[in-house]
């Protein structure tokens, strides 16, 4: 089993920044895919940015050039910059196993952001 925790979210002026980590604990070497979703009020989740081994990099238009991602087996970082108003949502951790585990996905518990000044 793999469990994930985020920590870094907060309140932030609009321009600011934000580091948010995620800790995965657990079968980590199962994990193909980490990344960063998020939720604001009234919407679905959305994608942010993924980080799959052996595939890349992947952003949402709508962060692409603010935001970072990185990380190695048991961690992934999200440094956002130039955050926007539009940025306030809860932002959730994201694994998927391999395939061949059974390629489910796991989520955390999800961190508030928000922009605002």
């Known amino acids: 089993q793999v469990q994930l925790v985020e920590s870094g979210g907060g309140l932030v002026q609009p321009g600011g920044s934000l580091l948010l980590s995620c800790e995965a604990s657990?079968?980590?070497?199962?994990?193909?895919?980490m990344g960063w979703y998020r939720q604001a009020p009234g919407k679905q989740r959305e994608l942010v940015a993924t980080?799959?081994?052996?595939?890349g990099i992947n952003y949402a238009d709508s962060v692409a050039g603010r935001f970072t991602i990185s990380g190695d087996n048991a961690m992934v970082y999200l440094q956002m910059n130039n955050l926007k108003p539009e940025d306030t949502a809860i932002y959730y951790c994201?694994?998927?196993?391999?395939?061949?585990?059974?390629?489910?996905?796991?989520w955390g518990q999800g961190t508030q952001v928000t922009v605002s000044s």
């Open positions: 994201y694994g998927a196993l391999f395939q061949a585990l059974g390629g489910r996905s796991v």
């Open positions: 657990g079968s980590t070497t199962s994990l193909k895919t």
């Open positions: 980080i799959t081994r052996a595939a």
